[in-house]
């Protein structure tokens, strides 16, 4: 099985930019999707293939990729982005779906 | 507009078994890839199982054997038939409509609770 390994917790100064990262093996074949999760809610999409957004997810949010490694961005980090971000990617089975443990960022 | 509305979840005894629905709206089940992703408290997201647009499904490892995945068309609904449940399953079940890059919707979850 394949799994996908971030940060626990990042923290950002309001207005900054931060980087939240996730690698794995499974990365070198298949993009990430990025799901952010405030207390008590559901996840909610959004980051998908190369570098797309759902509908309504602000352009503060991209995503990159190299290698094995799949990255987060939030330029000019706000309070409302504190929260869990999962990242996620079918595994090298090609049959299963993973989960990163999840970063807690902080602003 | 998209929804997904679990219900089904509750207390059961180790041993025990539990089936959780999610009502769709907004869309075709049918049409779609369906997933069950789990939470546990205070931990991260686990893939549970998926079932394709033809039917086919699949599912993680530590469920595999005792959890089926189901839908019904006519009623737009996805099942998940929960056996032999352990307090290793207790966690909120969320049910997500699925792309194959990534799940683009959720619902609110149910929690199971797995004591004695």
């Known amino acids: 099985s394949s799994e996908l390994t971030q940060d626990p917790a990042v923290s950002v100064a309001l207005g900054q930019t931060v980087r939240i990262t996730c690698q794995g093996d499974?990365?070198?074949?298949?993009?990430a999707s990025w799901y952010q999760q405030k207390p008590g809610q559901a996840p909610v999409l959004i980051i998908y293939g190369k570098n797309n957004r759902p509908s309504g997810i602000p352009d503060r949010f991209s995503g990159s990729s190299s290698g094995n490694t799949a990255s987060l961005t939030i330029t000019g980090a706000q309070a409302e982005d504190e929260a869990d971000y999962y990242c996620?990617?079918?595994?090298?089975?090609?049959?299963?779906?993973?989960f990163g443990g999840g970063t807690k960022l902080t602003v | 507009e998209v929804q997904l509305v679990e219900s089904g979840g509750g207390l059961i005894q180790p041993g025990g078994s539990l089936r959780l629905s999610c009502a769709a709206s907004g869309f075709t089940v049918s049409s779609h890839y369906m997933s069950w992703v789990r939470q546990a408290p205070g931990k991260g997201l686990e893939w549970v199982s998926v079932i394709y647009g033809g039917g086919a499904t699949n599912y993680a490892d530590s469920v595999k054997g005792r959890f089926t995945i189901s839908r019904d068309n006519s009623k737009n609904t996805l099942y998940l038939e929960m056996n032999s449940l352990s307090a290793e399953d207790t966690a909120v079940y969320y049910c997500a409509r699925q792309e194959d890059w990534g799940f683009d919707y959720w619902g609110q979850g149910t929690l199971v609770t797995v004591s004695s």
């Open positions: 499974s990365l070198r074949r298949y993009y």
């Open positions: 996620n990617s079918r595994d090298s089975s090609h049959n299963h779906w993973v």
